[in-house]
């Protein structure tokens, strides 16, 4: 394969420099290939001579010390790479820094070269990639519809396969509205786990850096560089375990209620949408019907709220001395933050807390909710045209993310088979609590790899390389799920009396083995709830049936006792009798094999 066909997902990359290809050699071609810029994807190129010093530098190491060694990335022109202006789209409002953001720089040291910075929607003030005097951004499939936005430059350098992933900001929507309109991945990670030092503040409480990138393999790999803790900022948080990985088996998905959908006319996204939901079935997904309206109303919040108040509290200074330089549309958004009072806001705040507490119930029948990322899809000259009304509408499943403290995956679910953006790419968005990221991205990946797509909008299909598949069980490095593996094989089975306290306790069934052939098997005496035992022995032992369950490790100490030895050797934490509590009145069933085998016999 030629560099010039060389995809530039991370495996591929990797890959390419095990059998020899140069850094060099790789960032000249991520550079050659984004020189004619017809989309108005970036603001400010990096020049040969800005790109040296990252080159010289990864000539002297080896490709395997770097995590992200020599991938070519691109950083949305609000977040500062140093000695480059950061411009947050208003020439006016430029300045240079000469440090880079806590992020960017967490990249840098893995080795991830800065291709460039790229174009928005100024301030971050909007969702369609049309409101930058550096022109509008241009869909990467189809120039004349928009690209999404804020974070336009961000998804389409990273669709068009100029560079490998990129990073945006979402405070509405920003990193996810462009993945869907360019075929990506979308990452909005839980708010704090990527820095905001460095970064141009839209809504500082509710803001956070956002990953574009070709799979979620890939989104995963950035997640687990740039997540580290910044001690500078006073939003930073500390990963926190994960939890039951809802993605590896079984999962209840929320699916919004007809009247809560909004498809704006679009009904080629509708179809889309239930077959993604047929789709997510396909995986083992059980669809769980939501009420959709607290989550509309906390969204409301967001710019008919006091929360724009922040934004003015960003650059409102900037905008009075200087309104001529702010597009008509995000100056009137701005502006609006002048009136909010203290008492409305502390009112705003009241009600963001009662509808989280109703909203958040939703997590105790369904692991995640999937909505469509956006309703539809617009011509740049009508979003123009009318520019509130249209943008509020890509708006309409984003707005409450942030404000509720979810994390969100954008991920690709098809093409628009109809009207004029018939071709288009389309798509869902996974969400759930806080810190869930990393089994977000996997059943992400799950859902988009069973499918026949391509990469972002080049022609490399995404199951051409298993290997970038998200492998079951891995972990980016700072995260951890927080669970361990629990056996049982008797009335806390699947469907029997006692399997309450597992999934009380939040636990899901991973599998159904057999312990090693080392124990006899018992039923204990007592009752009134049936009860076996596992008495391990030297000779004349039998393999029992048991069932494997993902335990949270807070509630580990009030269920489990002891160790039990599988067929495979392994051990695992579960139930174990000693011999003498089997001396009276048990009952041997060894020969049975399993509880479910011995209930049965009694019928």
Known sequence: MSIEQLSFDLA????????????????????????TD???????????????????????????????????????DNIDLAHIPTTAGCPEFAYTPTDSAFVVRCLLDAGAVPIGKTNLDQFATGLNGTRSPYGACRNAFNPAFVSGGSSSGSAVSVANGWVSFSLGTDTAGSGRV??????????????????????????????????????????????????????????SRKTQPFGVDFSAAAFRFGVPRPQDLAFFGNDAAKDLFEASVVHLESLGGVPVEVDLTPFLEAARLLYGGPWVAERYAAVGDFLEAHPEAVFPAV?????????????????????????????????QQVD??????????????????????????????TNFMNLLDYSAVAVPAGFLSEGDAKG????????????????????????????????????????????????????????????????????????LPLNHQLTSRGARLLQTVQSAPVYRFYELAGGPVKRPGMVQVAEGG??????????????????????????????????????????????????????????????
Request: negative net charge; charged residues 15%.
């Open 178 to 235: 462009p993945a869907s309109f360019n075929n990506l991945v979308g990452l909005k990670p839980t708010l704090g786990l990527l820095s905001g030092t460095g970064v141009v503040p839209a809504c500082r409480s509710v803001d956070t850096v956002s990953i574009f990138a070709l799979t979620s393999a890939d989104a995963q790999a950035v997640l687990g560089v740039a997540a580290s803790f910044d001690p500078l900022d006073p939003f």
């Open 542 to 603: 039998v393999a029992v049936e048991m069932e494997i369950w993902e335990l949270p490790s807070t509630e580990f100490g009030s269920f489990v006792i002891g160790k039990v030895r599988l067929h495979d050797g392994s051990d695992v934490c579960g139930f174990i009798c000693e011999a003498y509590a089997v001396e009276k009145g048990s009952t041997d069933i060894s020969a049975w094999g399993g509880w479910r085998a011995w209930l049965a016999s009694e019928t």
């Open 331 to 363: 100056r009137t958004i701005i502006e609006g933050g002048k009136t909010p009072t203290a008492s409305e806001a502390f009112a705003a705040s009241y009600r963001l807390k009662a509808l989280k507490a109703v909203c958040d119930a939703v997590w």
């Open 38 to 76: 017809a989309h108005n994807a970036f603001i400010h190129r990096l020049t040969e001579a800005e790109i040296e010093p990252f080159l010289a530098h990864l000539e002297k190491c080896p490709p395997e010390s770097l995590p992200l060694y020599g991938v070519p990335f691109a950083v949305k």
């Open 424 to 495: 288009l790419p389309w798509g869902i968005t996974l969400a759930a609590p806080a810190f869930r990221d990393v089994p977000l991205l996997r059943l992400a990946d799950r859902f988009h790899r069973s499918q026949a797509f391509n990469l972002g909008g080049t022609s490399i299909p995404i199951h051409q390389s298993p290997a970038i598949a998200i492998a079951i069980g891995s972990v980016p490095d700072g995260f951890a799920s927080g669970t361990l593996r629990v056996a049982v094989c008797g009335a806390h089975l699947s469907g």
């Open 368 to 397: 995640c909710l999937v909505t469509p990322t956006a309703g539809t899809i617009y011509r740049i000259e009508d979003m123009v045209a009318d520019p509130i009304r249209l943008n509020s509408n890509l708006g309409h499943y």
């Open 12 to 35: 591929s990359i990797q890959a390419a420099y095990r059998t020899g290809l140069t850094v060099r050699d790789l960032i000249g071609e991520a550079m050659r290939r984004c020189a």
